[in-house]
């Protein structure tokens, strides 16, 4: 049955194609959220729920560098889950760093910055229940431990650091989530331990308990070195920080 608390929440998920995107977008449709999904290919996107029934909504082309193109979507937006990215794995090439940073950090900062752009001009609107628009981030645990990736860790890396540099002024307009996900199935790593399906189902039980740093993980040292890690650099940033 739909949450009645969701019913009225547009969500819009980048990466909608990937396994990841799909169990979100499953998720949200079980809750009675209006779906728009984000994709970079132009192949129908087509799920179906539990019952079998086509699942009703919206997809929407776009490709990284051209985030701006999404100003008018988004204002549409009240949930925002910035989920897409690429792993080259090994390759270390000059086009494979530039690719991986542009897709995996500067695209996801550029959307986080035009959000919090849109989430400012409606003022105080606010919606049901008192709820700011809100935009998850999933930085992966590749944050903070190998991936057997390196451009994927560092840009990884990059997107954590960005997000919390910017945390202070960006949470001014949004309620911010940061997603630290251990390896799951998908087409990025086919040999990971957990089901996206069931990491979908965690992600929003932990927003349901309006955590803002959501770990998914089998490995129990993140749950006590991301925290760490957040906290450091809200010390360490806060003291350097100029308007």
């Keep these: 049955m739909p949450d009645p608390s969701n019913a009225a929440l547009t969500v819009a998920v980048t990466g909608a194609s990937g396994a990841l995107g799909q169990a979100l977008l499953r998720r949200w449709h079980r809750r009675g959220a209006r779906l728009i999904a984000l994709c970079h290919g132009c192949a129908p996107l087509e ?14 082309q776009w490709q990284v560098g051209q985030e701006a193109a999404l100003e008018s979507l988004l204002e549409e937006v ?3 889950v910035i989920n897409h990215g690429i792993n080259v794995h090994g390759d270390a090439g000059a086009a494979a760093t ?11 900062w550029r959307l986080l910055e035009l959000f919090a752009v849109v989430a400012a001009r409606r003022g105080e609107t606010r919606l049901d229940g008192g709820r700011r628009p809100e935009v998850w981030v999933n930085t992966s ?10 451009l994927y860790e560092i840009s990884k890396r ?12 960006l949470a001014q307009a949004l309620r911010l989530r940061r997603l630290v996900l ?6 990025l790593n086919p040999i990971g331990v957990m089901g996206a399906d069931w990491v979908a189902g965690q992600i929003l039980r932990q927003a349901d308990w309006d955590w803002g740093l959501i770990i998914v993980t089998p490995n129990p ?11 450091t650099r809200w010390a360490y940033y806060g003291l350097l920080r100029r308007p």
């Design 78 to 80: 009240d949930v925002l």
């Design 98 to 108: 530039g690719r991986s940073l542009e897709v995996n950090a500067l695209s996801a």
């Design 221 to 231: 040292l993140t749950y006590v070195l991301m925290p760490l890690a957040t906290l």
């Design 158 to 169: 990059l997107l954590g650091q960005l997000l919390s540099l910017r945390a202070p002024e």
């Design 47 to 60: 799920l179906a729920g539990p019952d079998g029934q086509p699942i009703p909504l919206r997809q929407v």
């Design 141 to 150: 645990e590749a944050e903070i431990q190998p991936a057997l990736s390196p």
């Design 182 to 187: 251990g390896p799951f199935r998908s087409a």
